[in-house]
């Protein structure tokens, strides 16, 4: 079955970096495209970032561009989100997904908390 399992959240005080790691199993990872959510306390989930199956980066949201980078791994079946000069606004539940044969996969989420 499809598996997403991310990690690399924490705690990081503002204007620092974090890299978020998901590793994907359960389906041809190389022919679909990866993206990054976050929901926020009190929000709805918002797509972050998506890239292609081919490795080429499609939409940021306009809070995140030039700061985030999706990019993606396809021997190790891995979609990375490197995060610079976090904001507090930041925080977030992180998460990623994949559509499958037109149902949505997500994995369990990654706290990101940006706090002094």
């Known amino acids: 079955q499809v598996q997403l399992v991310e990690s690399g959240g924490g705690l990081v005080q503002p204007g620092g970096s974090l890299r978020l790691s998901c590793a994907a199993s359960g389906f041809t990872f190389s022919t679909n495209g990866m993206s990054w959510h976050r929901q926020a306390p009190g929000k709805e989930r918002e797509l972050v970032a998506f890239i292609t199956s081919y490795g080429g980066s499609g939409n940021y949201a306009d809070s995140v561009k030039g700061r985030f980078t999706i990019s993606r791994d396809n021997a190790k079946a891995t979609v990375y989100l490197q995060m610079n000069s976090l904001k507090p606004e930041d925080t977030a539940v992180y998460y990623c997904?994949?559509?499958?044969?037109?149902?949505?996969?997500w994995g369990q989420g990654t706290q990101v908390t940006v706090s002094s």
């Open positions: 997904k994949v559509r499958v044969r037109g149902i949505d996969y």
